[in-house]
T-cell receptor, first 110, second 114 residues
Framework: DQQVKQNSPSLSVQEGRISILNCDYT??????FLWYKKYPAEGPTFLIS?????DKNEDGRFTVFLNKSAKHLSLHIVPSQPGDSAVYFC?????????FGTGTSLTVIP | DAGVIQSPRHEVTEMGQEVTLRCKPI?????LFWYRQTMMRGLELLIY????????DSGMPEDRFSAKMPNASFSTLKIQPSEPRDSAVYFC????????????FGPGTRLTVT
């Protein structure tokens, strides 16, 4: 059973526009959420995180939104750049439990 | 810092053979994680060590899989005997703290079992 779900396997966005990547989770015990970015032939790298006590965290072009009532997490990238093309994984954790989604492949078209 | 080091980067083996994947975490990190990436299930946590002690191995798929961390700078993931369905990319990650906050991933080992 997939406790963290990314229902869109791929997304294409024009350069300069906003990219919105979505993530849903099922376990209300999760208290920390993260986004990782992965280029081909490399390991994932940490991008941004948010604690369950917040509903928004911003870091430059990247903003993560958390809607606890809907058990929904989203990552906004504004403006999108070709270098943002990668696979994005959302992850959720509590205690010793740590779950990743299946990833969304983002393509930013120049 | 060299980051998390994994070896080999690629491994091709025949069904039934033993496979050993290796990981060197970032110096000073207390936690080490082994993940498997597949298209269907994304990144699955296999096992998690804290201070060299296995804390949660509930993600290890079968008894054919075993992991050890004999010291703070080295860990192995062994599959014996290997099967074609074990083909995947295996990642090792380390973290300076105990719980699942930011983790630093190695480049992964692509395993192909024929």
């Amino acid at each position: 059973d997939q406790q963290v779900k990314q229902n869109s396997p791929s997304l294409s966005v024009q350069e300069g526009r906003i990219s919105i990547l979505n993530c849903d989770y099922t376990n209300s015990m999760f208290d920390y959420f993260l986004w990782y970015k992965k280029y081909p032939a490399e390991g994932p790298t940490f991008l941004i995180s948010i604690s369950s006590i917040k509903d928004k965290n911003e870091d430059g072009r990247f903003t993560v939104f958390l809607n606890k009532s809907a058990k929904h997490l989203s990552l906004h990238i504004v403006p999108s750049q070709p270098g943002d093309s990668a696979v994005y994984f959302c992850a959720a954790s509590f205690g010793n439990q740590f779950y990743f989604g299946t990833g969304t492949s983002l393509t930013v078209i120049p | 810092d060299a980051g998390v080091i994994q070896s080999p980067r690629h491994e091709v083996t025949e069904m039934g053979q033993e496979v050993t994947l290796r990981c060197k975490p970032i110096s000073g990190h207390n936690s080490l994680f082994w993940y498997r990436q597949t298209m269907m299930r994304g990144l699955e946590l296999l096992i998690y060590f804290n201070n060299n002690v296995p804390i949660d191995d509930s993600g290890m798929p079968e008894d054919r899989f075993s992991a050890k961390m004999p010291n703070a700078s080295f860990s192995t993931l062994k599959i014996q005997p290997s099967e074609p369905r074990d083909s995947a990319v295996y990642f090792c990650a380390s973290s300076p703290i105990r719980t699942g906050e930011e983790q630093y991933f190695g480049p992964g080992t692509r395993l192909t079992v024929t």
